[in-house]
């Protein structure tokens, strides 16, 4: 099955602006759905959209819209996502996932990503 | 957005137990409801998709039922590592979206 591992912890300062990677293992990268999620602490989960890594496609939650940017290298079989003008209230944990069967399910995750912004 | 509603937010429960989690979506979403497993400091992992379908290597004690818009997840005869927060998640369309979360504490 598909392993996917992210990028380790970020501190950021207010404004500034984060990127997350997400490398998948297995052969079936080009053909999958990415999807990035994130959890504030002790808080529920929340679906930020996805990238198709074929054809670049996204689409994102309309909350997101115009500070968030989810791209994927073939090559080297890892999505990104980068997340600009973060407030203290980005601080979460981002996972990436598999959304399977055309997005209907998501399994595996990566083990997440910490971002902390503060000033 | 659909709003998926689950309850209770916690639950107290033991060992060898039964119990039962509820999540109500705001509009009818077909099949289209998946429940997942999270332990703390870890990633979610997929359990129950498609209402009623165990993902592989998932103990038979899980199960997921329902239709329209109410939908449960039952956990018989409960285990240790069992105990966790276990969230809901629809895929009829975007934004995708999660219950609120249940913690099943002992």
């Known amino acids: 099955q598909v392993l996917l591992v992210q990028s380790g912890a970020e501190v950021k300062k207010p404004g500034a602006s984060v990127r997350v990677s997400c490398k998948a293992s297995g052969n079936n990268f080009i053909t999958s759905e990415i999807n990035w999620v994130r959890q504030a602490p002790g808080q529920g989960l929340e679906w930020l959209g996805l990238v198709l890594p074929m054809t670049g496609n996204t689409d994102y939650a309309q909350k997101f819209q115009g500070r968030v940017l989810m791209t994927t290298n073939t090559s080297i079989t890892t999505a990104y996502l980068e997340l600009t003008r973060l407030t203290s209230d980005d601080t979460a944990v981002y996972y990436c996932a598999i959304g399977e069967a055309r997005g209907q399910w998501f399994d595996p995750w990566g083990q997440g990503s910490p971002v902390t912004v503060s000033s | ?106």
């Open chain 2, 1 to 106: 957005d659909i709003q998926l509603t689950q309850s209770p937010s916690s639950l107290a429960a033991f060992v060898g137990g039964r119990v039962t989690i509820s999540c109500r979506t705001s509009q009818t979403i077909s099949t289209f409801l998946n429940w997942y497993q999270q332990h703390p400091g870890k990633a979610p992992k997929l359990l129950i998709f498609g209402v009623s379908r165990l993902r592989s290597g998932v103990p038979s004690r899980f199960s997921g039922g329902g239709s329209g818009t109410e939908f449960t997840l039952t956990i018989s005869n409960l285990q240790p590592e069992d105990f966790a927060t276990y969230f809901c998640q629809q895929t009829f369309n975007t934004p995708l979206t999660f219950g609120g979360g249940t913690k099943v504490e002992s």
